[in-house]
Structures are given as structure tokens and as C-alpha cells.
T-cell receptor
Framework: ETGVTQSPTHLIKTRGQQVTLRCSSQSGHNTVSWYQQALGQGPQFIFQYYREEENGRGNFPPRFSGLQFPNYSSELNVNALELDDSALYLC????????????FGNGTRLTVT | SQQGEEDPQALSIQEGENATMNCSYKTSINNLQWYRQNSGRGLVHLILIRSNEREKHSGRLRVTLDTSKKSSSLLITASRAADTASYFCATADIIQGAQKLVFGQGTRLTINP
């Protein structure tokens, strides 16, 4: 089975710009979640998608949005970038089962200058 | 906000010794999971323990859960240099059917050869 892949691995953007991060889920999984991990911190939940709809959101503003496609791949879009958005963005796929672990990609390191 | 709090924040031991990491959380849980992260890369799922379980083993890993004390511990026996990583506990909240993982800040484990 293929794992979770994310692209790009690194990205540098300027404050105010917009960014799109991409994720390809592991085969057999039907949910995709996005997490933000600041340096030295644990990951924080942004949102989860199931059946192409957002069905759970953390404490992030609306300028963080996402999409899930029929093939379960996903995008995370962030508008009006701020310096504090600099972080490692992790995509995780799983099955819609409360005791199903998540499978994470290696992340996209976003730097906002 | 972070639910799980790991202790210690950093741990350095000699190869072959056992490593114990602790996690405390605040609210009721469905399950508690432990993940490993190498050098800012993706998280790797290690073990999941359900709220009605008290102990679980996987290879050199042993996890305990005490729901009355809202705490868990991860024991790695006979440590190896390859175990050097950050270890995170995560509690699983169910929001709108979505499994949201709430991570602590992690324990940075260093195994010295």
C-alpha cells in the first residue's frame, strides 16, 4: 500500500500571499486531516474532510480552507499569509472509525517572510 | 489548547537502558495514542490504547493507561540509537464524527551510543 505523500516539501512565501499545499492519501482511507506544527510544539488540528466535506474544524480562522477530491487527495489553502503561519503542515489520512490511527505524511515546511 | 502534557520534556539515556515517558490529559477520552517523530518529519503511529484498556504491548513498547488519574506512560525497553526522536501522546476527541487528535508538546528522547 502507498503511504501519505505531501508536496511541496518546502515553501517560502511573503506575508499577504496565498499558498496551496497538496496531499495524497493512503489507499483504503476515506478521511484526510490537516495539522499545523509550530517549531518545538505538538501538532494542532486544523480540520478534517470526509466525503469531500469538512466535518470538523479546530481553532483556525476561515482563511484556512481545504478541499478533498473523489480520489481522496486533498489540498490545504491559506490566504493572506501571516508570519505566524510559518510551520510544518502535516496531512494525515485514516478511516472513519473512532479507534483508527492516523497515517501522516512527511509534511510541508512553510516559511512566511 | 493542548490536552496532553508529556513529562519529561527531554530525556537522554544510554543505549540499552529503558526509557519511560509520561502523559497527562484533562478530559475524558475515547482512546489515547502515541506517535514518534524524527527530526521534524511526519509522525509515525506507535500504539493506540482504548479507554477501557489498562495496558498494551507492541514489541519493545509498553503503554499503560490510568483513566482515574488521566495519565498514560510509554516504556521503551532496551533502547537503541534509532529510537532517538520526539514522542507525542495524543488524545482522540470526536467532533461531528471526525476524530480530532489533541497532541501534547512531546518528549525529546536521545539515546547515546
Amino acid at each position: 500500500e502507498t503511504g501519505v505523500t505531501q508536496s511541496p516539501t518546502h515553501l517560502i512565501k511573503t506575508r499577504g500571499q496565498q499558498v496551496t499545499l497538496r496531499c495524497s492519501s493512503q489507499s483504503g482511507h476515506n478521511t484526510v486531516s490537516w495539522y499545523q506544527q509550530a517549531l518545538g510544539q505538538g501538532p494542532q488540528f486544523i480540520f478534517q474532510y470526509y466525503r469531500e466535506e469538512e466535518n470538523g474544524r479546530g481553532n483556525f480562522p476561515p482563511r484556512f480552507s481545504g478541499l478533498q477530491f473523489p480520489n481522496y487527495s486533498s489540498e490545504l489553502n491559506v490566504n493572506a499569509l501571516e508570519l505566524d503561519d510559518s510551520a510544518l503542515y502535516l496531512c494525515a489520512s485514516g478511516r472513519r472509525d473512532r479507534d483508527s490511527p492516523l497515517h501522516f505524511g512527511n509534511g510541508t515546511r512553510l516559511t512566511v517572510t | 489548547s493542548q490536552q496532553g502534557e508529556e513529562d519529561p520534556q527531554a530525556l537522554s539515556i544510554q543505549e540499552g537502558e529503558n526509557a519511560t515517558m509520561n502523559c497527562s490529559y484533562k478530559t475524558s477520552i475515547n482512546n489515547l495514542q502515541w506517535y514518534r517523530q524524527n527530526s521534524g518529519r511526519g509522525l509515525v503511529h506507535l500504539i493506540l490504547i482504548r479507554s477501557n484498556e489498562r495496558e498494551k504491548h507492541s514489541g519493545r513498547l509498553r503503554v499503560t493507561l490510568d483513566t482515574s488519574k488521566k495519565s498514560s506512560s510509554l516504556l521503551i525497553t532496551a533502547s537503541r540509537a534509532a529510537d532517538t526522536a520526539s514522542y507525542f501522546c495524543a488524545t482522540a476527541d470526536i467532533i461531528q464524527g471526525a476524530q480530532k487528535l489533541v497532541f501534547g508538546q512531546g518528549t525529546r528522547l536521545t539515546i547515546n551510543p
